[in-house]
């Protein structure tokens, strides 16, 4: 159930409870992908880096370890013990973007596994059943995500197609939560608005998916090529039409500038692999925008990648340290680089709420994106 807290234009504080606890909104989500965040980090440095949300992702699991096999041992949050929400994504995202060979019909997507070639078949019903197994905190629904740009008349089918799909999610949803074997028989499920860059399919989409009363509502589909203009104006006309009493997540975003902006826009929830990623390649974010650890500069640097940050890799040790670790290829390097952007997307949405608590998020947001300065 999602709370309200604060609304000042369109920027939201809210509270999202959930079966496994509430969340506070602006969130970020930590992407574990295959149950864990890449990087060596454990549940343990979650809780330690301000983590609310994990992410994983339903494609990636099916595969391996298979969720049937998760489900055998007690669920996601038994198996990677874990005991704050999880969100798994779809599948669809990856069926579209990492599957070879699909066919997009009626009843679901006809793709080969990226691991061992396997053709595998997964529709809406597939996608319900395999997150139920999972028995996340919240489900995604099936969709298409639709490469960009695409023809209109592509989109515009795609996106009906994506509706009745999210009707077939429900019903399976609301069947699985009734079986007495159901892990998480609260399991809650978020509908997903597409429609490329057209912002009338969008909307229309937005407000019928409105009516089927979901537990939250994503923006899909974006952040895949199109410019930040786009994607704000996007999201300017979508979010006045998702239901207001809900959470909206946009998916797959982003920098620290796009996560200001989408929240002066009205969105409350964010995942994206890039601050795991960008840490795993020594690229490190700082009160001062992105840096480097490669760059010669820091090889007698004594100073932390932040100075003032409370993550474990700024409170003990030295970007010199941190960058010969890299030199070195040791894997502690990663850790602590991942360790780092993590704690800093989750301190910033703590300092967004705050900001928002205080009444002074304006001045945060324009604050925070001249001190980036186009680095971040
Ligand atoms: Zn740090």
Known sequence: MYKLLKKTGKVRRGEFVTPHGAIQTPVFMNVGTLAAIKGAVSTMDLKEIKCQVELSNTYHLSLRPGDKV????????????????????????????????????????YFSSHIDGRKIFMGPEESM?????????IAMAFDECIPNPSPRDYVEASVARTTRWLERCKIEMDRLNSLDHTINKKQMLFGINQGGIYEDIRIEHAKTISKFNLDGYAIGGLAVGETHEEMYRIIDSV?????QDKPIYLMGVGLPSNILEAVARGVDFFDCVLPARNGRHGHVFTKYGKINLFNAKFQLDSSPIDEGCQCPACRNYSRAYIRHLFKAKEMLAMRLCVLHNLYFYNKLMEDIRNAIDGDYFDEFKSEKLSMWDGRA
Do not use: C, Y
């Open 239 to 243: 979010t006045p039409h998702l239901p």
């Open 129 to 137: 059943q395999i997150q139920s197994n999972l028995a996340s905190t």
């Open 70 to 109: 998760v489900r055998e041992l007690g669920g996601l949050h038994k198996f990677m013990n874990w005991d704050r929400p999880i969100l798994t994504d779809s599948g669809g995202f990856q069926v579209f973007s990492l599957s070879s060979i699909r066919k997009i019909k009626e009843e679901g997507v």
